[in-house]
C-alpha cells in the first residue's frame, strides 16, 4: 500500500518501490507539506484556460472540465514540483547556475525577490534576443553598464553635454532594467526556470539551440513537449506563481548548501592518498607555466568550436 503524503513520479525510473503497477515507469519521492498543497489549491492553480483554448498535448495533465474551463489533476502539479525540486538542487550541489524567467506582471516580484534570495540570476522585465546564443555580446553590454555606472558614480557624466549626459543615462537605465538581473552569470546557466510557456517561448528556443534543459510552468494552452520538466499549472494568478517559485527556490538554496558542504569537504580532508612529505608541497613555477598552458589551450580549442 502507498504510504500517506506519497506521490510517485514518472521519470522513467527504474527503482520503483515493490507492488506498484509498472515498475519500471516510477519513482517513490516525498511528498510536499499538507499546507503547501492546500496552499496551492488555494491559490487555484489548478483552474486552467477555457476548454476552447486548450493544447491537446495537455490531456495527461487535465482532471476534467468545470463551466468550460480546464481542471489541471493536481497531482499532476506535485510531481512537476518535486521532479524539479530534486532535479535544481542536484543540478545547483554540481556548481551550476539557475536562470529564472518571468517578465509576465504576475511574475516579476516573486521572481526578482527569490532569485536575489538565493543568489540566482534572473530577467524579469524584457527577455533580449541572444542571451544565451549570443552571450559573448550580452557580455559586452553589461561591460558597458558597469562603465556607465563608473562614470556616473565619479560625477563625470556631468562633464557632458545636457543631452549626451541625458543619453547616457537612459542607455544606463534601459541596460539595467533588461540586463541588471544577470550582470554576475558569467557563463552560459545550467538550467533553465520558466514562467509561462507562451510568453518565454524564445528563451525556450534559445535554451534547446543550446542544449539547456528547461522547467516550466505551463497552463492548458502550452505545449509540454517542449519542455524537459513541465509543472502543469496556471500561470496567470500571482499567487500561484509565488508559490512555485518561493518552493523551487528552497531547493536551489538546499543545493547551494550542498555545494558549499562540497567545497569544504576536501581542504578538511586533504589527499589522504599523497604521500606524507608530498601533500602540502606548494606548486612550482613549473606547474604554473603547465596550467596556464593548459587555459590556453581550452580556450583556443574553445574559440575554434565556436
Known sequence: ??????????????DAPNGVANPGRWLEVLALSAQLVKDLVDSGIHLGHRASRWNPKMKPYIFGKRNLIHVINIKETLKGILLSKKFLAQMVSDNKDILIVGTKRQARKSVQENSERVSMHYVNDRWLGGTLTNFREIRKRIGRLEYLEQLDSQ?????YSKKEGST????????QR?????????????????????????AIKEAKKMGIPVICLLD???????????????DDGMRGIEIVVKELCDA??????MRAEKAVAPAAGGD???????????????DAADAAAAEKKADIEGMTAQ
Do not use: W
Open 1 to 14: 500500500m502507498r504510504p500517506a503524503g506519497t506521490f510517485y513520479t514518472h521519470p522513467r525510473c527504474s
Open 155 to 159: 560625477n563625470l557624466l556631468d562633464q
Open 168 to 175: 547616457l543615462r537612459r542607455e544606463m537605465t534601459k541596460i
Open 178 to 202: 533588461n540586463l541588471g538581473g544577470i550582470r554576475k552569470m558569467e557563463r552560459l546557466p545550467g538550467a533553465l526556470l520558466v514562467i509561462d510557456q507562451r510568453r518565454e517561448l524564445n
Open 220 to 234: 492548458t494552452d502550452c505545449d509540454p513537449d517542449v519542455v524537459d520538466i513541465p509543472i502543469p499549472g496556471n
Open 252 to 257: 536551489i538554496a538546499e543545493g547551494m548548501h
Open 272 to 286: 589522504e592518498s599523497a604521500p606524507a612529505g608530498r601533500r602540502n608541497r606548494r606548486p612550482s613555477a613549473a
